[in-house]
């Protein structure tokens, strides 16, 4: 299996390892397949396997220059007993009328650790099977979840330096406690002034930097990514979808064959982009609705074809989808030109020089058989939140809202009755300002762990290993930096000549 740019050339491919070593192209494209698998397999006997040896399964198809025993050691180190659920991700019965896939029962209770447990797991493997002599950079920009997630993933592993950016004051209080709390002498993460598209926009700059690059090597150093940007962090998250299928067969609410809808609360557009992922490799997926908050860039695209990051930029209850440049967006544009290079490389310019580009109709037509869209407002998913809860008992937090409205909104306006799953990607303790006040009307007393517990005496109920472990967490102090420093900052950090 090899993998090639979004914007090269077929003849400058790599194979798989090295894809998740370097993480980014450099000609600034994303990596996918040359070819898509098309494997061979029994639906029903796949979706009955444990989650260890279904990811192990799908892993292959993908990373076929990985031994096998390395893959099936990698996945059950990766989805072990760091998990408070043994199923990994499971599915919820009927709430409020739909199945909620559960991804935050992790390490740092977030959908991000179902990749970034297994992305370590991945790189350090390729490392050995390619003889790499330099130590790894994971450089990576946060909209909260994705810092923490990798840090923990990646914490005092042997041969790696992990460099978080994150928004100044664009996470929330439990986020930037896990992120300055996490244990590890390779771990730095640093707030930069502005939103999260600026320091991603630097993040890939940084990365397409020659020069610097190049002083990197000098050092003994090379970067790679833990966003979804890192093709070893997007395929892991592939695996979900077919376990979700295959809790709705085995709880009896759909037969083998059905097709089934997901709605994906997305802001960088990677989780989806794995729904997409799963429907091309055979799974019976209808329709996958594309869910965003008041930064509903994804939700104007969908609608008309045209991408438009010029607009105002919304700080809200759901920080991980505050976003404006969708990155991810760049490999489902490049399945819908038909792996029109040129087409790809120039919207992805156009997106860069004038902030918007157009689809043609045609591509436009692709996307409208597969792809829905909405968005919901901040009030909306307060109200969203609170619906679920006093229908039935369960707590989702803002993110898994976004996706809750829409949902209930396409099925109001669409007529289809398609089983629909949503995908809740965090603990509402993650969040529980924003929950506490959608169920009471009223704002917690104070912010972050005292929040945690006033929301706990509201709702009782057991709190989770990963929830009970946030008070052990020692912060460290938080640094702030303007993006055109985050450069300096990493020679810094890595005490580069």
Not at 460 to 484: C, M, N, Y
């Amino acid at each position: 299996m090899n993998y090639r740019s979004t914007r090269g050339n077929v003849k400058d491919a790599l194979k798989s390892s090295d894809a998740v070593v370097q993480g980014l192209a450099p000609d600034g494209g994303l990596y996918v397949p040359v070819d898509f698998p098309k494997p061979a397999y029994d639906l029903e006997k796949l979706i009955q396997l444990p989650y260890q040896k279904l990811a192990q399964t799908i892993l292959q198809w993908f990373f076929n220059d990985y031994p096998a025993e390395q893959l099936a050691d990698g996945t059950t180190k990766a989805y072990a007993d760091q998990w408070d659920d043994d199923s990994i991700a499971p599915l919820s019965r009927q709430k409020a009328g739909f199945n909620y896939l559960e991804l935050y029962h992790g390490p740092t209770l977030a959908f991000k650790d179902i990749a970034l447990q297994m992305l370590p797991q991945l790189m350090t493997k390729a490392i050995k099977l390619n003889g790499v002599n330099r130590d790894i950079v994971i450089l990576t920009a946060t909209s909260g979840d994705t810092g923490t997630a990798s840090m923990r993933g990646f914490s005092n592993v042997d041969g790696t330096q992990v460099i978080v950016f994150y928004p100044d004051g664009g996470v929330s209080p439990v986020q930037l406690k896990q992120m300055l709390g996490q244990p590890g002498q390779n771990l730095t993460a640093v707030a930069v002034k502005g939103n999260f598209d600026d320091a991603q926009t630097q993040v890939k700059q940084i990365f397409n930097d020659q020069a610097f690059n190049q002083r990197l090597i000098d050092n003994g150093y090379q970067f790679s990514s833990a966003n979804s940007m890192n093709i070893g962090r997007l395929i892991p998250q592939v695996v979900y979808y077919f376990a979700a299928y295959g809790q709705l067969v085995e709880q009896g609410q759909i037969k083998l064959g059905d097709a089934i809808n997901f709605t994906v609360p997305t802001g960088n557009f990677g989780d989806i982009l794995a729904g997409w992922y799963a429907k091309k490799l055979g799974l019976p997926i209808k329709k996958l609705i594309c869910a965003s908050n008041e930064n509903n860039v994804l939700t104007d695209f969908f609608t008309t074809g045209r991408y438009d990051r010029r607009r105002d930029f919304h700080l809200t209850s759901a920080p991980a989808m505050d976003i404006l440049v969708s990155s991810n967006l760049e490999r489902l544009l490049f399945d819908v030109y038909d792996e029109d290079t040129a087409s790809v490389k120039d919207l992805m310019e156009r997106l860069q020089n004038d902030g918007w580009y157009q689809i043609t109709a045609a591509a436009k037509a692709k996307l409208d058989s597969e792809f829905a869209a909405g968005y919901a407002t901040q009030s909306q998913v307060a109200g969203e939140i609170k619906y679920v809860y006093e229908t039935s008992g369960y707590l989702i937090d803002p993110h898994t809202a976004v996706g809750s409205f829409v949902a209930r909104q396409y099925q109001k306006n669409s007529h289809d009755q398609t089983p629909m799953v949503i995908v809740s990607t965090a603990s509402p303790y993650k969040f529980p300002e924003t929950v506490y006040h959608a169920l009471t009307g009223q704002d917690t007393q104070q912010q972050g762990l005292p929040s945690i517990k006033q929301l706990h005496d509201l709702v009782g109920g057991e709190l989770t290993a990963g929830v009970k472990e946030l008070f052990d967490h020692q912060p460290r102090k938080e640094s702030v930096i303007a993006p055109d420093d985050m450069e300096n900052l990493i020679a810094q950090v890595l005490k580069l000549k």
